[in-house]
């Protein structure tokens, strides 16, 4: 790996993150049960989850964020009286070929990191199978922007760019169509734009899926 990839992009991952904690506070407060985060990066949701969660299974494929999660989480059982209230464990993993077994989670959570998976359809179709039936999948994610409007051909333009230096992310990805081709109902996502925030990734979709019982 680079110097760009193991040391830079890391902090650079840590420092935008900041800019999501009120979208995570939402959020991360449907999570119950059994947890898997499909990319744990630096950590950085770990703080968010409600009591309602028993464990927390971060997972990425990248070896050079994997020590700030767990710095994330040590940090987070020093500080907090009595340390967490959950079990949390950090892995290598890749979410197109997970080492889980069918119905072992109770919520998947998809925040920011389909639009980094190679192949986003291999990922939604493991986190239908791996989620219990009624099982949640909490997304939050950016996403192409309208046909014909001057910002989706700037994510065209930039596209190749962004991808290289954003860790493999895409800008122009469809994920609702995505998650429903998995077998989700996509229905509930909402479909939003955040004015507040880096324009090429301000179109996003976030929600509550469940995976039919």
């Not at 009591?51 to 700030?68: F, R, S, W």
Request: with cysteine; glycine share 8%; hydrophobic share 40%.
């Amino acid at each position: 790996m680079s110097l760009y990839q193991d040391r830079i992009f890391p902090r650079l991952l840590a420092w935008t993150s900041a800019a999501f904690d009120e979208d995570r506070t939402a959020l991360m407060a449907e999570a119950v049960g059994r947890v898997l985060e499909l990319g744990v990066g630096t950590g950085a949701n770990l703080g968010f989850y409600p009591p309602e969660v028993t464990d927390v299974v971060g997972m990425d494929p990248h070896e050079a964020v994997l020590d700030h999660a767990l710095e994330a989480a040590r940090r987070l059982e020093r500080e907090r009286p009595g340390g967490l209230p959950y079990r949390v464990r950090i892995q290598r993993g890749d979410a197109q070929q997970m080492p889980y077994d069918d119905a072992s989670f109770d919520t998947v959570v998809a925040f920011l990191t389909l639009c980094s998976v190679p192949d986003p359809l291999a990922a939604a179709r493991e986190s239908h199978r791996v989620l219990r039936p009624g099982g949640r999948l909490l997304v939050l994610e950016h996403v192409h922007a309208p046909p014909g409007s001057w910002l989706r051909g700037l994510q065209h333009v930039a596209g190749p760019v962004w991808t290289r230096l954003a860790g493999g992310c895409h800008l122009d990805r469809d994920t609702a169509s995505v998650l429903s081709a998995a077998g989700f109902d996509a229905r509930p996502l909402e479909r939003y734009r955040d004015q507040l925030y880096f324009p090429l990734t301000a179109e996003r979709i976030r929600g509550v899926l469940h995976k039919p019982v």
